[in-house]
Structures are given as C-alpha cells and as structure tokens.
C-alpha cells in the first residue's frame, strides 16, 4: 500500500512539474493554481506513504535507499512550504518541484529496496544519522535552488525588460535571504549527521575509515559548504559567485550519495 | 495661426541622441533670443526635458525653417540626430502640444511633471518675450486642456511616475525598503521627488550631495537628511543602498572603478543606481558588475511598459478630450481672425458715415445741438442696423470654420484690403478680450 499512495504522490507532483514549467512563461492563471494545489495534495499522500511505511515495519527504516529518498523529496516539499510561509513565495517551485518529482519517481519505482544494515550496527544511531544527513540535504537543495532563482532574478533585472518572470519572482534580496537561511540551517544538521556517523562508525568497525570514498566525499561536500557559509559571512559572496559554489556542494553531495556504490562500509546489502 | 513644431522625444530618439541636444536651463533664455531671430520665427517656445526637446514657433505668413534653426544653435553633425526629428504644423501641431502637456506623449503616460515642465517653459519664453499672443493663448489653452484630462480621466490617477517607477524597482531589488538608506547625488527636482517616494515607501535616511552645498543643506533639512560635501561623494556613497543621480555634469560621474571600490566596502550587498540625469551620470559599464544595478531615463520607460498598456482605455478617452479640443481651438483663433475684418468693416462704415455727414452739413446751414444730436443718432442707427446682420453672421460663421471664406466675400464685397495693416494693430487688443 505505501507504495500506491507514494505513486499517486507522484502523479500529484506531476501537476507540480507542470507548474515548474507553465510558470516560467504565464501569470498566475487558474492553470497554475491547480498545479500548485495539486502539488499540496502530493504532499498529504506522500504522508500517508510514509506513516504507513512507519506502521508496517513499527519504525521508518530510513537506511532502505528508496526510504530515504522518499523522505528527502517529503523534506525538501516541507521546506518549501516553509519558505511560502514565511515569504509567500511559490516560486522556487520552479527548481523544486522537478527535482521532487525526481526523487519520488526513483522511490516510487518497484525495485526491491536495498538495506543499509551491516551486522552489529547501533540502530538508532544510524537512524539519526541518515535523518539529520537527510535534513541538511533538502536545506542544501533548497539553498541550491535560491541561487538560480537569484541568478535568473539577477539576470532580469539587469536587462532591464520588465519580463513577467521579473514581476512574479520575489525580491533578489528575499531570494538571498532564503538561500542563506536555509544554508545556516542545513549546516549544523549536516555537520551533527556526519558526526553521528563517525559515532556509528566506530561502534560497527571500532574506527573511521578516512580513506573510504563516502567519507571522503562527506567530508569534502561538508568543507565546501563550510566554504560557502564562509565566502557569505567575510565576503558577502552572492549571485553568480554563491551560485557557483551552491551548485559545487550540491555536485559533491550528489557524488556523495551516489559513492554507497563504491564504497565498502557504506554498502547497501540486499534486503 | 501658423504654428510650427519640431522636436524629438524619447521614443523617436535614444538617450545617446537626446543628450546632445539638451538646453541647460541658463542657456535657455540665448536659445529663446536666437530662434526668435530666426528668419520667418514670430514668437517661440523650447522645452526641454530629459525626454524630449521640442521647438514650437509661431510663425511669419508661411514657414520657418526649423532644422536650420537646430543646425545653427546646435552645430553639430545633422546626419546624428535629424533621422529623429518630427515635425507638426498648424491642427497636428496643437494636437502634439495639448498631448505633451496632458502628459499623454509622456515616457509614463499619466505622469504629472511635465505639466510644470511646460509652464516653466513657457514662464521662461515669457519672461524674455518669445511668447507674446498666439503662442500664449496656445499654451494657455493647453494647461486648460491638461486639467481637463485630468480631471476627466483616469490617466493620472494611478500616475506612475519616473520615481514611482524607481521605487518599484528598487523593491524588486531589496523586497522591502525599510532600513534602506538613498543617496541624492545632484538636487534637482525630480530626484527630491524620488526621494519623496522612497521616504513614503519606508527608505531610512537620505544623504544629499550637490555642487552646492547650500542646496544640498536646504534638500537634505526638508527630508531630515545629511548634507554631504560633493568632495566626499566617493568615501561616502557605498553607505547607501539607492542612489539617485541628477546632476547637469557633462560627463559620468560614477565609473566602474567606483562601483568596484562600493562594493568591496558594502561586503557585495547590491545597490540600485537611478540616473535620471541627461547626459547620462552613471557609466552604463557598472551595470556589468554584480550586484549593481543601473537604470537610465530610458531603462525607467521600458520597465513601464505594462502600465501603458493598462491605462490604454483612459489614454484613448484623453486623446477624444484632446481631439475636441484642437477643434476648438482652432474654431477661437478663426473666431480671432474675423475679429479684425468686423474691425476695419465697422470702420470702413464709420468713415462713409462721418463723410456723408460734413458733405450734407454745409446745405443745412447753422444746427441746434439737438439737431446735430439727432443727426448722429439718425446715421448711427442706419450703420448700426445695416451692420448687425453682416457682423453677427461673421461672428457665427467663425465657429463653423467657413469664416475663411467668408471673410473673403466681405472684404471683397466692401474692398477692405488695404485697411488690413491697421486692423491687424487692434487684433491682438481684441484677441484678449475676446471670448
């Protein structure tokens, strides 16, 4: 069952796409609306998907890769939500919505999932781990998509067509600000998650591999988006340099998530 | 009525092109002189705003040449600026003066400067005597006009103008103005207005910096502001997050060299650059940078370019109001034409009469002054009769506008020609009184 509410959350999302789209080139027009609702709709069933993944198994296993990545697409739609509450802005939308629709639709497909579970692990741990990774990912994404808009923004407002793009997406400062916020906010998610990892590390093995790819990688992505917090606080680093740097950390967590395949602590086992 | 335009205006002509052949205000008063000078120019009119320069002359049975007259004041290279000339005479040319003045011609249509504009235009043509009877009741009609429009309709309710305009931008850029801080660079009128508008939009404080300090203190103690020595203009301007430029300098005044120095110093925090000034202060360079954001006088129109498209149905309203109106105006200057041919009938009469009366008064001999009285009446009463029909014809036939002809029949008829030169001295005496 979980699995058909998570398709119909995709179907919903899908709407959403459409409104990544439409939204590029139309005023708010009824057409949008429905794709922005609908989306909201995606939201409620991807809820019901995920408790009733909860129920099933008495907890969330969120070290099943496809869990996970449900979760993430569920994570980075709150935030958006979040981001319309506080800003009254459905336009990083535009970004977001493609990419949940991504994340769900690998979630949503059939395969069986692979466990994360090598023997003698401290379960908890782990699970805290993936949650608060999982966190600072979807605020990475988020900041990720603030920079595009401020660089389409940016780009608006410099050629000086007042394009209905311009009117319709928020202040370049208020894009700014979100990207930054939700850069300060995922940062110290992302920095306690690699630490509970370490924790998980040395309880499984008794040591941290440094050498092993994931790590590698983790670390890395970790000290670019240090950087960026850096570049932003000193520096005042925005636009098309902060963008640059977003799109760097995104990269490197995307290699990051992607290296379990490579990586021999960080191995799913076939559930 | 021989009136004349010629003129450009910012959507036949770039700002490139517009700032050459912009008039300071002191030199306007010389120009003024010098086109009245101009061969077949009887009274004149230059305005001059960032958006457009239009000559308006009435002219000496016929036409002037007014692109010599742009060739002779301007020197400069024709082939650069007359491509976007324009030229009205008599009826399109009235039309083009109420439209400019009712702010219908306007870059943001609507918006309520240039009505002062104008007036100062015409006090300053006033003031030297370019304008002395037909151009003044033209331009005083136009004024009547402008009310009209906007009172009747809603172009200027929602008037946006250049620094309403501004303010939104300046909102698309920092989402809320509160806490920001303007800087005033040069004290002229439309930038006092910007202000105003940013102030009431919840902008912070404004700084001042002008040539003249005095100004700057006057501008800056109206707005709570800070004075600022124009000498300190570079070490102070990054504290500001707008910037609006003003100043008649002839060369730009911000480079990117400086953009690059503000923004070291402001940690990247953007800045928005409004440089309403022709020639232009800011050089279109610093838009390059990140972060900073330049809009000339031209950029101001094209980010409006919605709101015309808004107000679309009012303007076409406004423009029926105008057509009305050069109609009419028309038909008063044509009543203002048959003025001087009642004049010279009703002395043409008066001259018959008095020399019929002393060829009669020798074969009567010596009169009571009753008589005489009696004889003036008589005589008087015969003219006056005779007269009343013809005159009163006349007067209504101005308003049908077939008083050209008309006024033909009747000084053929009672051969006035060559009183003609007499009557024109008392017409403008009676163009004041008239209607």
Not at chain 2, 6 to 13: D, L
Not at chain 2, 77 to 97: F, K, Q, V
Request: net charge neutral; hydrophobic share 50%.
């Amino acid at each position: 069952m979980p699995i058909l509410w998570l398709r119909v959350a995709l179907v919903c999302y899908a709407f959403g796409l459409l409104y990544a789209l439409v939204a590029l080139t139309r005023a708010a027009d009824l057409l949008n609306r429905i794709a922005l609702h609908a989306a909201y709709l995606g939201m409620i069933f991807h809820f019901v998907s995920l408790a009733e993944t909860m129920v099933q198994a008495g907890q969330l296993t969120l070290a099943s890769v496809h869990n996970t990545e449900s979760v993430l697409s569920f994570l980075i739609m709150v935030l958006f939500l979040i981001v319309y509450a506080v800003y009254k802005t459905t336009s990083p939308g535009i970004v977001v919505f493609p990419l949940v629709f991504l994340l769900t639709f690998v979630a949503a497909t059939g395969e069986q999932p692979f466990l994360l579970m090598p023997p003698g692990v401290r379960k908890g741990w782990l699970e805290v781990h993936i949650a608060l990774i999982l966190t600072g990912y979807a605020a990475l994404i988020v900041s990720f998509c603030a920079s595009l808009l401020y660089l389409i923004q940016e780009r608006a407002l410099k050629s000086k067509r007042a394009s209905g793009l311009l009117s319709r997406l928020p202040a370049l400062e208020v894009i700014d600000e979100i990207g930054f916020r939700s850069l300060l906010l995922g940062f110290p998610f992302m920095t306690l998650g690699l630490l509970a990892g370490t924790v998980v590390a040395q309880a499984t093995y008794g040591r941290v591999d440094f050498l092993d790819p994931k790590i590698m990688l983790s670390i890395l992505m970790w000290a670019v988006y240090l950087l960026l917090l850096y570049t932003r606080w000193s520096a005042g680093w925005r636009g098309r340099r902060a963008a640059y740097l977003a799109a760097g950390a995104f990269a490197m967590a995307l290699v990051a998530w992607a290296a379990n395949y490579f990586s021999t602590i960080h191995k799913f086992a076939q559930s | 009525m021989n009136f004349q335009l010629i003129g450009i205006n910012h959507t036949t002509a770039p700002v490139e092109v517009r700032e050459r052949l912009a008039i300071p205000e002191s030199r306007l008063p010389d120009a003024l002189k010098q086109l009245r000078q101009h061969p077949g120019v009887d009274e004149g009119l230059i305005l001059c705003t960032c958006n457009r320069v239009e000559v308006l002359a009435q002219t000496r049975n016929g036409s002037a040449d007014l692109r010599s007259f742009l060739r002779d004041y301007f020197r400069l290279d024709p082939a650069g600026y007359e491509p976007h000339l324009y030229e009205y005479r008599e009826a399109e040319a009235i039309r083009h003066m109420f439209r400019v003045t009712s702010s219908l011609d306007s870059m943001v249509v609507g918006e309520p400067q240039i009505l002062g504009q104008v007036k100062e235009a015409y006090a300053t043509a006033r003031a030297v005597g370019a304008v002395h009877s037909q151009l003044d009741l033209l331009l005083t009609r136009a004024f009547a006009v402008a009310k009209r429009v906007r009172t009747e309709t809603a172009v200027g309710s929602s008037s946006v103008s250049v620094a309403s305009v501004a303010v939104e931008l300046a909102k698309k850029i920092f989402g809320s103005l509160h806490g920001k801080h303007v800087y005033l660079v040069g004290a002229g009128k439309m930038s006092e207005l910007a202000a105003r508008h940013l102030l009431a939009h919840g902008a912070e404080s404004i700084f001042v910096a002008n040539r003249t300090y005095e100004r700057a203190t006057q501008l800056a103690a109206k707005f709570n502001g800070q004075a600022i020595l124009f000498e300190q203009l570079y070490e102070t301007c990054d504290r500001a997050d707008i910037v609006i430029t003003s100043t008649g300098a002839p060369f730009a005044i911000f480079r990117k060299e400086h953009g690059e120095l503000f923004l070291s110093r402001r940690k990247n925090r953007p800045m928005f650059f409004v440089d309403i000034a022709v020639p232009r202060d800011v050089d279109p360079e610093m838009n390059k940078l990140d972060g900073i954001f330049v809009y000339d006088i031209d950029d101001l129109q094209q980010a409006v370019a919605s709101h015309v498209a808004d107000r679309k149905k009012e303007a076409e309203h406004a423009e029926s109001i105008i057509q009305t109106e050069v109609i009419r105006f028309q038909a008063r200057l044509q009543t203002l034409d048959v003025v001087p041919t009642i004049v010279s009938l009703q002395d043409h009469l008066e001259t018959i009469r008095q020399a019929e009366i002393d060829r009669v008064r020798g074969r009567l001999g010596q009169m009571t002054p009753e008589q005489e009285m009696a004889i003036e009446t008589l005589t008087h009463g015969i003219v006056n009769k005779i007269m009343h029909t013809p005159i009163s014809t006349l007067k209504t036939a101005a308003r049908e506008a077939e008083a050209t002809t008309l006024v033909d029949v009747v000084r053929r008829l009672f051969n006035l020609q060559e009183k003609d030169k007499n009557a024109k001295a008392t017409k403008s005496d009676g163009s004041g009184a008239g209607n």
